[in-house]
């Protein structure tokens, strides 16, 4: 077997990082033009590969610290993962999990209580202890049936920007959203060349449209629109496909749904990872014209340092419950807990619930129910009426979404 090492990435090793990542993504490397975009955004701070004996990088893992909205309004620093991949060839070697036990080592030392992740395929980062921890839904509407109800969304006005006027103003509206739902994740300044500037100004034709109300710019959207016609249907309108749409206000939001259904040559609005709580149908004289296309995971979360992590969210009202929770990674975090309205605690009183650290990572933002769980053998329930507890403790009101790519 050939050996590696893992270690921090270096100053001046980035660019054949992101080289191996795309690769292993497969995609091209980075061309001059691609990487003097990129650069900005992928430095080396948060970076750990995996290196062959000749030095070359032969795995990546990377992240940044983010802040992230937990049950109650407390924002947690949370380090979001992002670009994990492994060279095709060096795979089934052992690399991504001792690279990522490296990571998840590095956030406990700087104590950094919780991790999260987008997972490319669901059944890799379990064994790591993350869970699926907020979900997104896919929208279409049909255009021509869609009709906004009269007197909603007629507040205030939705303007064009242009991408310079985005790449200025856009990262300090945002900022006016943070904390508004559990599972919203602040944007550092380095998130923005990579991931917004990029697809603004770049040359697939997205747009950009502000809403202002009484006390100025409250909400925005960046969308594209796809030409949908063909030999069959050479009338067919266009099919607009929102990337983002966030409104500091219910009638901001109202207004740019408004305004995306009353855009002419339009067949579908459709657009993917929207809140599973967003009433989009309600909007509407005919809810029917609205389709949920798919449900699928979004923020994968996980716990890294238990108690600090379930000490800073609310609970519901409940009687206390205690969990005993199982990390195998991260053994610090074996033990039981008492979660109650007034606060959590460790405690050697006798189990209740017993699971994983991923499974709780699931749970921890408020969606989904431990009886649901309790059914599937995921939790081992020790004490029945404890199920209805946990539910009632842990649920929240509000769907939590995460609304941010990395």
Known sequence: MSEFLVRAVAEGEQRACLDLLSESLHGKPATDEVWAKMAPSWTAAGKFAAFDEHGAPVGITSSFDVELTVPGGQKLVTAAVDGVGVRADWTRRGILTTMMAVQLEDFAARRVPLAALHASEAVIYGRFGYGPATYGKGVSIERPRARVRDGVGRDGEVRFITPAEAVERVPALYHRFEGTRPGFVSRPPAWWPGFFERVVKGNDGYRVAVHSGPDGDDGFV?????????????????????????????????????????????????????????????????????????????????????????????????????????????????????????????????????????????????????????????????????????????????????????
Not at 309 to 327: K, N, Q
Not at 349 to 374: C, K, M, N, P
């Open 222 to 406: 960046v969308y594209q629109t796809i030409d949908a016609r063909d030999r069959l249907a050479p009338e067919r309108g266009a099919i607009l496909d929102i990337r983002e749409l966030h409104a500091a206000t219910p009638q901001a939001w109202a207004a740019l749904w408004r305004f995306l259904l009353s855009i002419d040559l339009v067949s579908e609005v459709a657009g993917r990872g929207r809140p599973l709580d967003e009433p989009i149908a309600e909007l509407l004289t005919d809810p029917r014209a609205v389709n949920t296309t798919e449900v699928i995971d979004d923020l994968w979360l996980r716990l890294v340092d238990v108690l600090a992590a379930l000490r800073a969210r609310s609970y519901g009202t409940a009687e206390p419950v205690v969990l005993e929770v199982h990390d195998k990674q991260l053994p610090d975090n074996n033990g039981r807990y008492a979660v109650g309205p007034d606060g959590v605690e460790r405690t050697t009183a006798e189990a209740d619930l017993r699971l994983d650290v991923a499974t709780l990572s699931s749970q921890y933002l408020g969606h989904g129910l431990f009886g649901d769980l309790a059914l599937s053998g995921r939790v081992e329930v020790l004490d029945e009426a404890a199920v209805a507890r946990a539910d009632a403790l842990f649920h929240t009101a509000r769907s939590p979404w995460c609304g941010t790519f990395f």
